[in-house]
């Protein structure tokens, strides 16, 4: 699948890539709209189409991402209510295997998420896999999410790193598309993002099933 001669600097997603997205899914769509009721003495089905046209406004902005965003649109601290449910927060199988087989190479291994730094101090706390990487990236640091080309300029001010000689996993299409115009050489996408929910058995990039199936050839430094 992959040809690790090739690489030399691995970006990783956190969200539905390192991470299970049902958390995030979970939130979103069960949770959140049930708390939001409560707090306005609603029914949950009342404020559903509310809270689903909001996330459609966001979609695709830095502001779906920005925690401070949506604590000031709904009037509740989102980070606080994400903490009631962290018990959710989960490492996707065979990620912490992969880790610690590239921590053991000469690659470099980045984090890059659109998660806010909030999201991502308590996704972190929770998972314990900071070690693992040279350096932690939150869009919010740029001001640009990873969909926008000014994202991946401002990546390579940041880092150093060859697009051609990179490997990026993400589970978002739009984002992969946008990796892909910046011209990064290796790609690929998660066939299961959520384990609540089917996989994906169709898409523009190679689909990852399990990540111990791109381990072999990582060979470990001297
Ligand atoms: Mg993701």
Same mark, same amino acid.
């Given at each position: ?9 691995? &970006? ?41 046209? &909001?996330? %459609? ?15 000031? %649109? ?53 998972? #314990? ?19 926008? #080309? ?30 892909? %115009? ?9 066939? #299961? ?28 430094? #001297?």
């Amino acid at each position: 699948m992959l040809d690790w001669q090739q690489i030399d600097t691995v &970006l990783l997603d956190m969200d539905g890539t390192l991470l299970d997205l049902h958390f995030d899914n979970y939130f979103w769509f069960e949770y959140l709209p049930v708390e939001y009721a409560k707090y306005h003495n609603k029914e949950p089905e009342e404020v559903r189409s509310y809270l689903i046209q &909001l996330m %459609k406004e966001a979609e695709g902005k830095i502001d779906w991402y920005c925690v401070d965003f949506w604590t000031e %649109k709904l009037g509740m601290e989102i980070v606080s209510l994400k903490k009631e449910v962290d018990h959710l927060i989960a490492i996707r199988p065979a990620v912490v295997e992969f880790l610690e087989t590239l921590h053991t190479s000469k690659k470099k291994v980045y984090l890059i998420t659109n998660a806010h730094h909030n999201v991502l101090d308590l996704k972190l706390e929770k998972t #314990q896999i900071s070690h693992y990487f040279d350096e932690l990236i939150s869009s919010h640091q740029y001001g640009y999410i990873k969909e926008q #080309q000014e994202f991946w300029s401002e990546l390579s001010n940041n880092i150093n790193f060859d697009p051609k000689r990179t490997l990026f996993i993400d589970d978002s299409q739009p984002v992969l598309e946008s990796a892909a %115009k910046y011209g990064i050489g290796h790609i690929l996408s998660i066939s #299961q993002p959520d384990s609540n929910r089917p996989s994906r058995t169709v898409g523009n990039f190679p689909l990852l099933q399990d990540f111990s199936d791109i381990i072999e050839g990582i060979i470990p430094s #001297q």
